[in-house]
C-alpha cells in the first residue's frame, strides 16, 4: 500500500516530480512525487515537521525547490510564476487579511492586485456567499475567528482560481465553525476545483478527498483512495508511522 | 501601475487610520534634534554644519524605525504572503512600498528641517528649493535600499538589529552626499559647488533603486 507516487490517470491540475527543498543540512522535503488530477481533492497529512508547509510554499511561487519540478495548471512553478498565480488560490490557518481594514477595503484591495473586471459584482456576490454582507464595513481585526476564515476564502476566491491550495485551515476554529467551513469547502469541491488540503484533522479531510496521503520527513509515506470504511484503516497506518517518526 | 497606486493608497489608508507610523517617527526626530542642540549648546561653532549632520542623523534613525515598522504591519496582519501570492508584477509592490514608506519620511523631513532652522538660529538658505531637492535625493536613496533591506529582515528572527546593521554601511556614501549638499545650501554657498553633490546623489539613487528592484523577487523567496 505504501508508495512514494500518487498517480491517477486524468490530466494534471498539479503535478510534483522529484521535488526536494534543503535548507543547510537538513532536507525539508526528499524526492516528493505527486499527481492530483484536475477537479479531485488530495488530503495530505503528516507530523510536525514533516515539510507539508514547505510543500505549499513551494507550490504557491513563495519558496524556491532546491531539486525537481512542481507545476500547477500544467504552469511550472518557477518558470511562470504569474501565471501559477493567475491559477491559484491559498487558503490558510493565519488569514492575510489587514486587521485594520474593512472586509470590504481588504477585497477591493486584493481584486485590484488581482486585475479583476467590474470587482463590486464580484465582491458583493463573495460577501453573499460566505455570509458576511452584514459586516462588509467592519475592521476585520473586529471579527471572530470564524468570520475571519470566511473572509479569507472570499479574498482566496476573487480571482476564481481552479486550484485551491489549503494549509491547515481548520486550525483555531471551534467545533461549529469548523463544521461550516468543511460545508464551504465541500462546495468549493463540488464546483470542480482542484484541491490540495493540507490537515491534521483526520475526518474533515477523509470527508473532502479522493485521495489521501501521509508526509513523514519529507517523503510520502502512504497513500490511498479515500473509501468511505477506510478511515479507520488509514488512521492506524497514520498513528503507526507518527509512533515511527518519534512524535 | 494599478498594482503600485492599490498598495500605496492600501499603506497611507492604514496610516490615516493608526496614525503611528508617522507621528513615532516625527516624536523621535524632534528628540534627536533637541538633545542635539542642547548637548551643543544655543550656538555651536558653523552651526549650519552641525545642523545639516543633526538634521541627517534624525532623518537616518526616523527612516530606520519607518522602514522596520512598515513592513512589520506587512508581517503582523500575515498580508506578505498574500502580497506576494498575487500575479502582482514584485517590481511594483517593492516600489510602492518604497514609494510609501518616502512619503511618510517626506513627511517628517517637512516639520523636521524648519525645526532645525530654529533651534540653530540658521535664516532660511537661498535655495530652499534646492534644499528640498537635497531631502528628496537623499530620501530616495536610503528608503531605495532600506525597503529591499527590511523586506529581507523582516522574515527573520534577528529582524530588529539587523535592518541597521545592513542599511547604516550601504547608506554611507549617501548620507556623506546629502550632508555635504545641506550643508553647502545652509551656508548659502554657489550652486556649483552643490551640484557635485546632487549629481552624486542622482547616481547612488538610481543604482540603489535599479539593484533593488532586480534583487527584491530574490530576496522575498524562500
Known amino acids: 500500500m505504501a508508495t512514494d507516487t500518487i498517480h491517477m490517470s486524468r490530466s494534471s491540475g498539479i503535478r510534483v516530480d522529484g521535488l526536494t527543498k534543503r535548507y543547510g543540512s537538513v532536507n525539508a522535503l526528499h524526492g516528493v512525487d505527486l499527481d492530483i488530477p484536475a477537479g479531485s481533492c488530495l488530503a495530505l497529512y503528516g507530523p510536525n515537521g514533516a515539510g507539508k508547509s514547505t510543500l505549499i510554499g513551494i507550490l504557491s511561487t513563495l519558496v524556491r525547490p532546491t531539486q525537481g519540478t512542481a507545476r500547477i495548471a500544467d504552469f511550472d512553478v518557477r518558470r511562470d510564476g504569474t501565471e501559477v498565480r493567475c491559477r491559484l488560490g491559498v487558503i490558510s490557518h493565519q488569514p492575510w487579511v489587514y486587521d485594520r481594514l474593512s472586509v470590504r477595503d481588504n477585497l477591493e484591495f486584493f481584486s485590484r492586485l488581482y486585475g479583476i473586471n467590474d470587482p463590486n459584482s464580484r465582491i458583493d456576490a463573495l460577501l453573499r456567499e460566505v455570509e458576511l454582507e452584514r459586516w462588509k464595513d467592519h475592521e476585520a481585526g473586529t471579527l471572530s475567528r470564524g468570520m475571519r476564515q470566511r473572509l479569507t476564502i472570499a479574498r482566496a476566491l476573487l480571482h476564481n482560481p481552479p486550484v485551491l491550495l489549503l494549509d491547515e485551515p481548520f486550525t483555531g476554529l471551534d467545533r461549529h465553525s469548523a463544521k461550516v467551513f468543511a460545508k464551504r469547502l465541500a462546495a468549493l469541491r463540488e464546483e470542480g476545483r482542484t484541491i490540495l488540503l493540507v490537515t491534521h484533522h483526520l475526518e474533515e479531510g477523509w470527508t473532502l478527498a479522493d485521495r489521501a496521503a501521509i508526509l513523514v520527513r519529507g517523503r510520502i509515506a502512504h497513500s490511498v483512495d479515500v473509501t468511505p470504511n477506510g478511515i479507520e484503516d488509514f488512521a492506524t497506518v497514520f498513528d503507526r508511522l507518527l509512533e515511527g517518526n518519534g512524535a | ?222
Open chain 2, 1 to 222: 501601475m494599478r498594482v503600485f497606486w492599490a498598495i500605496l493608497w492600501k499603506d497611507v489608508r492604514q496610516e490615516w487610520r493608526r496614525r503611528e507610523l508617522v507621528l513615532v517617527m516625527a516624536v523621535f526626530s524632534v528628540v534627536v534634534l533637541v538633545l542635539f542642540n542642547f548637548a551643543l549648546g544655543l550656538s555651536p561653532d558653523r552651526p549650519a554644519n552641525v545642523a545639516a549632520a543633526v538634521m541627517w542623523i534624525a532623518f537616518t534613525f526616523a527612516g530606520t524605525l519607518g522602514l522596520n515598522r512598515s513592513l512589520a504591519m506587512e508581517r503582523d496582519d500575515q498580508c506578505l504572503r498574500a502580497l506576494l501570492l498575487s500575479p502582482a508584477d514584485r517590481a511594483w509592490i517593492y516600489l510602492a512600498k518604497a514609494v510609501g514608506n518616502m512619503v511618510f519620511l517626506l513627511i517628517v523631513e517637512i516639520l523636521v528641517v524648519p525645526l532645525t532652522l530654529i533651534l540653530f538660529n540658521l535664516s532660511v538658505p537661498l535655495m530652499p528649493g534646492w534644499l528640498a531637492l537635497t531631502c528628496i535625493l537623499g530620501t530616495i536613496g536610503f528608503v531605495g535600499v532600506g525597503t529591499l533591506l527590511a523586506g529581507m529582515a523582516t522574515g527573520t528572527r534577528m529582524r530588529d538589529w539587523l535592518l541597521p546593521l545592513l542599511l547604516f554601511p550601504i547608506q554611507v556614501p549617501v548620507l556623506i552626499s546629502a550632508v555635504q549638499a545641506t550643508q553647502l545650501l545652509l551656508n548659502s554657498r554657489p550652486l556649483d559647488e552643490i551640484t557635485l553633490w546632487l549629481q552624486l546623489l542622482v547616481a547612488f539613487d538610481l543604482v540603489f533603486i535599479a539593484a533593488s528592484i532586480l534583487a527584491f523577487e530574490y530576496i522575498v523567496e524562500e
